[in-house]
């Protein structure tokens, strides 16, 4: 594990990128950040902007309106992005998957890197999931 | 020789920017603690630094050298601001005629050099963070410079740090009297608001202008700022106690009046809400320019 890759993974700003979700995600993203999780501890931060970036925490289903939208805020992070698909709509697109307003799944648009699956996630599911994540980076399991 | 080791290590560059990013932990952890959670480990923002200097630096269509450009010079002066600041503990003799005038000079540019990046960003939402912080400027500079002036009153026109620092070691600290006292409390909210702290952190709110001024900033760019940031958070603190706390001039004095000031600093940035820009500019306008204006009339009487 080289130094940059230890430096990134204890400290990930994470952009909360809502592709049309119907709330219940982002509610339990807003979980991992209160008192009795705290992602601060793991050096896990919120970022208002795009550009500060390392985490694209991506929840919903791409619609025809989003997925262009959610390209796009992939190209406009700074390299190296990962990506984070929360919520059973961004894993898989369950219900929607024969929607006509849903052309493809997130991972037909980015190359995501962690799935957490849900409906919607626990706080406890999600941080396992970055942790998992973490450990992936860094060659541990 | 010596000057550029004053610059550069000590009490320039090295030891502002270790100092102040520690002061940062400081600020993460306190405020952690007091919404009930664990907060950082404390070599959080040292990681965050390296990590945001490895990062790829995405530059907007249409920005060019000065976007780049402007990081360096709010830094340069933040770091010969503490530089100037902290001679004026170490070497009081040494300091030439006029340097709080200097001082309060440097301390604009790393404003500026925050409303000239946004600027060359070309992000509507740069645009909005750098009119607010140009406001926020144009409104805190007036308190700020008129409690900087009773205290030069007071300690009987003394034009450098290193005197004002040797007046109160003979007469005591200036906040023991009550034009100290009153220029104390307005420029403590100048400083709240020079740092950027909340409730004067409109202009890079992230909740609404999703960062401000510094949205289009990645990368090593960001790093700098950020680091810039921390120098002034360790600076400014220490710039008030050499003005109106510098009754004792002990290292381990000087600390533990300076984790005072901090932590007062932290617990009003976390128990008041963001205030709007206008209300901004006629809180420092009206009250603190006034509790200003009462401190010079009172440094003038000799009280």
């Known amino acids: 594990m080289d130094f940059k890759t230890r430096v990134l993974t204890k400290s990930l700003f994470?952009?909360?990128?809502?592709?049309?979700?119907?709330?219940?995600?982002?509610?339990?993203?807003?979980?991992?950040?209160?008192?009795?999780?705290?992602?601060?501890?793991?050096?896990?931060?919120?970022?208002?902007?795009?550009?500060?970036?390392?985490?694209?925490?991506?929840?919903?289903?791409?619609?025809?309106?989003?997925?262009?939208?959610?390209?796009?805020?992939?190209?406009?992070a700074p390299k190296p992005c990962l990506v984070i698909a929360v919520g059973g709509c961004a894993c898989g697109r369950i219900m929607f998957r024969e929607s006509y307003m849903s052309p493809c799944a997130l991972d037909e648009l980015l190359p995501v890197d962690a799935y957490i699956p849900g409906c919607p996630p626990k706080p406890e599911a999600i941080l396992a999931g970055v942790v998992k994540l973490i450990k992936k980076l860094r060659g541990e399991g | 020789m010596t000057a550029l080791f004053s610059y550069l290590i000590f009490p320039g560059f090295l030891f502002s920017a270790l100092v102040g990013l520690m002061a940062c932990?400081?600020?993460?952890k306190v405020s952690a603690r007091i919404q009930w959670r664990v907060g950082p480990p404390w070599h959080q923002n040292f990681t965050d630094i390296l990590k945001l200097s490895f990062k790829e630096?995405?530059?907007?269509?249409?920005?060019?050298?000065?976007?780049?450009?402007?990081?360096?010079?709010?830094?340069?002066?933040?770091?010969?601001?503490?530089?100037?600041?902290?001679?004026?503990?170490?070497?009081?003799?040494?300091?030439?005629?006029?340097?709080?005038?200097?001082?309060?000079?440097?301390?604009?540019?790393?404003a500026a050099a925050l409303i000239i990046g946004a600027s060359a960003s070309g992000n509507p939402l740069a645009a909005v963070g750098?009119?607010?912080?140009?406001?926020?400027?144009?409104?805190?500079?007036?308190?700020?410079?008129?409690?900087?002036?009773?205290?030069?009153?007071?300690?009987?026109?003394?034009?450098?740090?290193?005197?004002?620092?040797?007046?109160q070691l003979n007469f005591g600290s200036n906040i023991v009297s009550w034009s100290g006292a009153l220029s104390f409390i307005a420029a403590i909210?100048?400083?709240?608001?020079?740092?950027?702290?909340?409730?004067?952190?409109?202009?890079?709110?992230?909740?609404?202008?999703?960062?401000?001024?510094?949205?289009?900033?990645s990368g090593f760019p960001l790093a700098v700022f950020r680091l810039t940031?921390?120098?002034?958070?360790?600076?400014?603190?220490?710039?008030?106690?050499?003005l109106f706390w510098a009754g004792n001039t002990g290292v381990l004095v000087i600390?533990?009046?300076?984790?005072?000031?901090?932590?007062?600093?932290?617990?009003?940035?976390?128990?008041?809400?963001?205030?709007?820009?206008d209300q901004a500019m006629r809180l420092f306008w009206g009250p603190v320019t006034l509790l200003a204006i009462a401190a010079l009339v009172l440094a003038l009487l000799g009280k």
């Open chain 2, 130 to 167: 750098a009119s607010r912080e140009m406001k926020l400027v144009m409104s805190y500079e007036l308190p700020f410079i008129l409690s900087m002036i009773a205290v030069i009153v007071k300690c009987g026109g003394a034009l450098r740090l290193g005197e004002i620092v040797a007046w």
């Open chain 2, 57 to 110: 630096i995405v530059l907007p269509r249409g920005a060019g050298a000065v976007f780049l450009l402007s990081p360096a010079l709010g830094f340069l002066a933040a770091v010969l601001t503490a530089t100037i600041v902290g001679n004026a503990f170490v070497t009081p003799g040494q300091a030439f005629v006029g340097d709080i005038i200097v001082v309060l000079y440097l301390l604009i540019i790393p």
């Open chain 1, 14 to 76: 994470v952009f909360h990128a809502a592709c049309s979700p119907c709330n219940n995600c982002d509610i339990e993203i807003l979980d991992v950040l209160t008192p009795r999780y705290d992602a601060e501890r793991l050096g896990i931060t919120l970022v208002g902007s795009v550009r500060h970036a390392d985490v694209l925490l991506v929840t919903g289903v791409p619609t025809r309106k989003t997925a262009v939208r959610i390209k796009k805020l992939y190209e406009q």
């Open chain 2, 189 to 217: 909210i100048c400083v709240q608001a020079k740092l950027g702290f909340a409730p004067f952190d409109a202009s890079e709110a992230e909740q609404e202008i999703m960062g401000g001024v510094l949205i289009e900033y």
């Open chain 2, 229 to 242: 940031r921390a120098i002034l958070v360790y600076t400014l603190p220490l710039f008030l106690i050499s």
């Open chain 2, 255 to 277: 600390l533990g009046k300076y984790i005072v000031l901090l932590v007062v600093i932290i617990l009003i940035k976390n128990t008041n809400p963001r205030l709007r820009i």
């Open chain 2, 25 to 28: 932990w400081v600020d993460r």
